[in-house]
């Protein structure tokens, strides 16, 4: 497990941060890149044609060894539904359905409801969602479209076990893993997404409009959203870009964002998952992990409710009070300066490697009645 880390971001002793699934405070380090990398804009004629492809190529590799998957699956995406429109665009419901959780992110859900039909797992009173996807899956289903980790709460789906069944019904498998992709170990070859997407400025600690999608291979010649120069075959050299291409560069790169060059957010984001990778994904949700248990355990001692420790993500915890929501719940813990987020009736609390016990503390006295 790891140390306290705060001395590596940027947060004043009085604020209590217990937000990460809101967004994440910026590292020491990625701020050092951004203002490097801003103050090199102020000398265009250094930045050579190499350098549109060398710095997101290294940051398609950074990823890929976050994930665990290979380079050519990285594509790189503004944000969550631009991720989820390279599915649609690229999985045809030919007359079936969607199946979504209840609840879900708006970005998820708004794609698929234009898209076609949408069966709606409801929220399961037993918080089991894993056993609630099972129990809806069948061959009436073309794509499975849900999150490891439900955004409201940390509610867990087990994606292994999902997967396989979509695989039964001939079902593709779409992930959400913006809530909890490096936070929550991950395992690509086990749970065998169609596609995956991330947004970067959550628990992959990066700048805000710079987020991934990860494409299997037998998806990697599909439809991309844009038409735009440097995903085509040969874009490298600047002096030949007159001679149009059909071609695109290799494996998932034709589905990157116009301007992927991105010459700020790109060194930012290779910064935040570098230090990911020092920390590893299962140190990180080992430490949180000792963090939501510590606030489930006081919140239920305080009477009040969480979801069982297995069915839910390492990272997220969600407290809900039996009478529902306090009215005055949300000025008291911002006089307190203690930031969480609520989400329909949860209060959704998201520790981090920069947080303590005492964190927890201070938020569990703000909840109790």
């Not at 129990?135 to 490891?148: K, N, S």
């Not at 993500?313 to 307190?336: C, K, Q, S, T, Y």
Request: aromatic residues 8%; contains cysteine.
């Amino acid at each position: 497990m790891l140390g306290d880390q705060r001395h590596l971001f940027t947060l004043p002793d009085d604020v209590t941060y217990l937000n990460c699934s809101y967004l994440a405070p910026q590292l020491r380090s990625v701020t050092e890149a951004g203002l490097a990398a801003v103050r090199a804009k102020e000398r265009p004629w250094e930045l050579t044609p190499e350098m549109f492809f060398t710095g997101s190529e290294e940051l398609r590799q950074t990823f890929a060894r976050l994930l665990g998957a290979d380079a050519d699956g990285v594509a790189f995406v503004p944000s969550v539904s631009y991720g989820v429109g390279v599915a649609v665009a690229n999985l045809p419901l030919n007359g079936r359905a969607t199946l979504m959780l209840a609840e879900d992110f708006p970005s998820d859900v708004y794609p698929w409801t234009a898209a076609g039909p949408v069966v709606t797992v409801e929220r399961p009173a037993d918080h089991d969602w894993t056993a609630a996807v099972l129990d809806r899956l069948d061959e009436r289903i073309a794509v499975v479209a849900v999150p490891q980790v439900h955004w409201t709460d940390g509610g867990l789906v087990d994606l292994v076990r999902v997967g396989a069944r979509a695989r039964e019904v001939g079902a593709a498998l779409v992930v959400d893993a913006t809530q909890s992709l490096g936070a929550v170990p991950f395992d690509v070859a086990a749970v065998r997404p169609d596609f995956l997407v991330a947004a970067g400025y959550k628990w992959l600690l990066g700048p805000y409009s710079l987020g991934y999608l990860w494409v299997a291979p037998e998806r990697r010649d599909g439809v991309p959203l844009e038409a735009n120069w440097i995903n085509r075959e040969h874009a490298e050299d600047f002096a030949r870009l007159i001679d149009y291409r059909e071609g695109y560069q290799p494996g998932a790169r034709r589905y990157d964002v116009g301007e992927r060059s991105n010459f700020v957010l790109t060194p930012m984001a290779n910064a935040a998952l570098t230090q990911l990778i020092d920390w590893t994904v299962e140190e990180v949700a080992e430490t949180a992990g000792a963090l939501t248990t510590y606030l489930a355990n006081g919140a239920e001692k305080a009477g009040l409710v969480v979801a069982p420790a297995h069915l839910r993500g390492p990272n997220i915890v969600g407290i809900r009070f039996p009478g529902g929501l306090p009215h005055r719940l949300p000025g008291r813990l911002a006089a307190d300066r203690i930031s969480v987020s609520i989400r329909g009736d949860s209060v959704r609390v998201a520790p981090h490697v920069y947080n303590t016990t005492a964190d927890c503390d201070r938020l569990l006295a703000a909840l109790a009645p």
